[in-house]
């Protein structure tokens, strides 16, 4: 069973900064591809961006590409969202998510991840 932990959400102004961070209870934490959702209000769950195990491959869905970045420190077992030029439609909650088995490449589905942080709230205003 791993466990995430997820800090660094906030209300901010559109255009501002924020850096989510995710720490796993588990010492194999380099074994597993992570990975960053979110979730606004009515909507489903989406795919942020992605971190291979050694933090060399990453992905961002097109609409975070040039603003977040995703990266992870392994002998910290976190993972990292740092997120630039907010904007109001980057309202959501995040989650941190552990692919479901070692080794697993980098993934946008959702189903392909079976353990979850709690969320982090993000609110950018306009």
């Known amino acids: 069973q791993v466990q995430l932990v997820e800090s660094g959400g906030g209300l901010v102004q559109a255009g501002a900064s924020l850096r989510l961070s995710c720490t796993a209870s588990t010492r194999t934490f380099s074994l597993y591809s992570m990975a960053w959702f979110r979730q606004a209000p009515g909507k489903e769950r989406e795919f942020v961006a992605g971190?291979?195990?050694?933090?060399?491959?990453?992905y961002n869905t097109d609409s975070v590409k040039g603003r977040f970045t995703i990266s992870r420190d392994n002998a910290k077992q976190t993972v990292y969202l740092q997120m630039n030029n907010l904007k109001p439609d980057d309202t959501a909650v995040y989650y941190c998510a552990c692919a479901g088995y070692s080794g697993m490449r980098i993934s946008n589905v959702l189903n392909d991840y079976k353990y979850w942080g709690q969320g982090t709230q993000v609110t950018v205003s306009s």
């Open positions: 971190i291979g195990r050694s933090g060399t491959s990453t």
